[in-house]
């Protein structure tokens, strides 16, 4: 059975740092492509971060050069450092396998990220 747990948002103020971490369980997430999606109030689930098993990034222009993704697989955890945090980027954050820029699997709870001016 496949889960996704993440976990690591919070409230934070223009400029700070947050680091979410996802938890997959019921696959290798080192063979398939994960991303990272964010759901800001009233808008639909956008794919902010990704990246493939053979360690190719992707980042959405509205965080490139302020978030990076990495993993490990030995814990079978995907990461999302996001550095130099705007109002912009508050939301409800998600882990997922990513197939052709569509989300898999079911959302898991996802976690909140608060960015205050």
């Known amino acids: 059975q496949v889960q996704l747990v993440e976990s690591g948002g919070g409230s934070v103020q223009a400029g700070g740092s947050l680091r979410l971490s996802c938890v997959v369980s019921?696959?290798?997430?080192?063979?398939?492509?994960m991303g990272w999606y964010r759901q800001a109030p009233g808008k639909k689930h956008e794919l902010v971060a990704s990246?493939?098993?053979?360690?190719?990034?992707y980042y959405a222009d509205v965080v490139n050069g302020r978030f990076i993704v990495s993993r490990d697989s030995g814990e079978n955890t995907v990461y999302l450092q996001m550095n130099n945090l705007k109002p912009e980027d508050t939301g409800v954050y998600y882990c997922?396998?990513?197939?052709?820029?569509?989300?898999?699997?079911?959302w898991g709870q996802g976690t909140q990220v608060t960015v205050s001016a």
């Open positions: 019921g696959f290798k997430a080192s063979v398939q492509t």
């Open positions: 997922n396998r990513v197939l052709r820029s569509v989300a898999v699997f079911a």
């Open positions: 990246l493939s098993s053979t360690n190719e990034e």
